[in-house]
């Protein structure tokens, strides 16, 4: 009855939500007298129930003892938060009734999920929530700012910007005015002395490493290269640093682009080989990278190879990739 709030399972999570030990092993003799219980495809170890006796359980879970359902939801949230699968953890955090573990979930989820340039995810919790929660949760209107300005929703962004800075909230965002301003208007953008203020020995190294790699980007955009691939560089080394892997992702195409009509072709190669081949196909990264990858071939008239990247990396283009150099 119990296991009948998880979609799937294998013996770690029955264990963790049950608070009980050997469910690995009574998974496997379950399995083996096929008791409408179903491995989960490429899941060694996954199992789970079939639709009729999922929906049965469920039923007579909410009969028999109702007082458990919240407190199961919630070691299931915790059990995937510590795995980094997000998705899950909220949507049992949700399930739960616990409004401010769900809160405190998602407020880490979009911690972890900026720097890793998975803003699809972040809006599609963030974005349901009422505006009344999101004024009151600075933790989750920053990062939607972001999100959205990395999405190119310039318009939303600035709405709720312009929200939070009305305030004077002192959790007022620092790095997100600047990065509106500059994907927005592109050649029209002109940093200020906010943004060096940005750059000042002080500030938080993650903010700061952003800023370089966005001032990289505005003096690529105005043909500086060899300012441009100073930041650039600079910001990669301390975007590796601290995690921060989708502007890392940005500031390696940068280089790559002054790279290429900096006249430094093999150059280029070398560097973009390198941090392609690391990244993986599913990471937000892997776009950048393999824009910066298609680039490189094409400079050394290596046209095949380009084509075939090209016509891998266009599958999975969305807003958020750097769409000027595609």
């Known amino acids: 009855l119990c296991t009948a709030i998880l979609d799937k399972f294998d013996g770690a999570l029955c264990d963790h939500v049950l608070q009980r030990t050997g469910s690995a092993l009574l998974l496997e003799e379950?399995?083996?007298?096929?008791?409408?219980?179903?491995?989960?495809?490429?899941?060694?170890?996954?199992?789970r129930y079939h639709a009729l006796l999922l929906t049965f359980l469920n039923s007579r879970l909410l009969i028999e003892q109702p007082q458990l359902?919240?407190?199961?939801?919630?070691?299931?949230?915790?059990?995937?938060?510590?795995?980094?699968?997000?998705?899950?953890?909220?949507?049992?955090?949700?399930?739960?009734?616990?409004?401010a573990l769900f809160s405190r979930l998602l407020e880490s989820s979009c911690a972890a999920w900026i720097p890793q340039g998975q803003f699809n995810e972040l809006l599609k919790w963030v974005e349901p929530l009422s505006e009344a929660t999101l004024l009151a949760?600075?933790?989750?209107?920053?990062?939607?700012?972001?999100?959205?300005?990395?999405?190119?929703?310039?318009?939303?962004?600035r709405y709720y910007l312009d929200c939070i800075q009305a305030r004077q909230d002192p959790?007022?965002?620092l790095l997100e005015p600047l990065t509106l301003q500059l994907f927005q208007h592109d050649l029209d953008f002109h940093p200020g002395a906010d943004c060096q203020a940005l750059l000042a020995p002080g500030v938080h190294h993650g903010i700061r490493a952003v800023s370089l790699t966005i001032l990289a980007y505005h003096h690529l955009?105005?043909?500086?290269?060899?300012?441009s691939i100073r930041y650039a560089v600079q910001g990669k080394a301390l975007l590796s640093q601290s995690g921060h892997s989708f502007f890392e992702s940005y500031a390696d195409l940068i280089i790559a682009l002054c790279n290429r009509y900096a006249g430094r072709a093999s150059s280029a190669r070398k560097d973009v080989y390198s941090d392609y081949q690391r990244t993986p196909k599913a990471s937000p990264a892997w776009v950048n990278r393999a824009t910066a990858m298609v680039v490189a071939l094409y400079e050394q008239n290596q046209l095949v190879a380009a084509q075939q990247l090209c016509e891998d990396l266009m599958a999975e283009?969305?807003?958020s990739s750097a769409t000027e150099a595609i």
């Not at 955009?221 to 300012?227: G, I, P, S």
């Open 30 to 47: 379950l399995s083996a007298r096929e008791l409408f219980m179903l491995a989960v495809e490429n899941q060694p170890g996954w199992f």
């Open 69 to 99: 359902i919240s407190a199961l939801h919630s070691r299931a949230a915790d059990y995937f938060l510590a795995r980094n699968d997000h998705d899950q953890a909220l949507q049992h955090a949700q399930r739960s009734g616990d409004e």
């Open 137 to 157: 949760s600075p933790h989750l209107l920053v990062p939607l700012i972001g999100a959205l300005t990395l999405s190119r929703r310039f318009h939303q962004a």
């Open 171 to 173: 959790a007022a965002p």
């Open 221 to 227: 955009m105005n043909a500086r290269l060899e300012t």
């Open 317 to 319: 283009v969305n807003s």
